[in-house]
């Protein structure tokens, strides 16, 4: 019995749901229409886009005076009742803001999210 009771612990470990965050919290609440909403190619200044976000995650020079700064915020968790003693079902939501300057005013801006799955398998 006590065996069984072992086992059955061991395996309610295994498929307990976990959850981990990694980046810019700042990003995880935003959609299109909100990063849209608040950058205006043409109009907005980096101290504006510093004031939304804070640091960027990276900085690209391509020139003098142009520059590309990223900002990304990725959440993974694992499902408990997707996840089994044998198999462990990961899903990630990542999101991306990418920024392009041209003499401190933003010219172009893109906002991405994805969403992926991943199963490893246990025996």
């Known amino acids: 019995m006590r065996r069984f009771l072992g086992i059955g612990l061991i395996g309610l470990l295994v498929i307990l ?3 981990s965050s990694s980046g810019n919290e700042r990003v995880e609440k935003e959609t299109d229409a909100s990063v849209s909403q ?7 200044t980096k101290s504006q886009i510093k004031q939304y976000y804070g640091d960027p995650d990276n900085v690209d020079f391509k020139t003098k005076n142009q ?3 990223t900002y990304t915020f990725s959440k993974t968790r694992t499902p408990v ?3 089994t003693p044998f198999q462990q079902v990961q899903k990630t939501n990542k999101k991306t ?3 392009y300057f041209e003499n401190n005013i933003v010219v172009n801006h893109a906002f991405s999210s994805a969403n992926s799955e991943r199963r490893d398998f246990h025996l």
């Not at 608040?38 to 907005?44: N, S, Y």
């Open 17 to 19: 749901p976990g959850c």
């Open 38 to 44: 608040k950058i205006i190619d043409g109009q907005t």
């Open 67 to 69: 520059e590309v700064w």
């Open 81 to 83: 009742f997707v996840s």
């Open 97 to 99: 803001i990418t920024i």
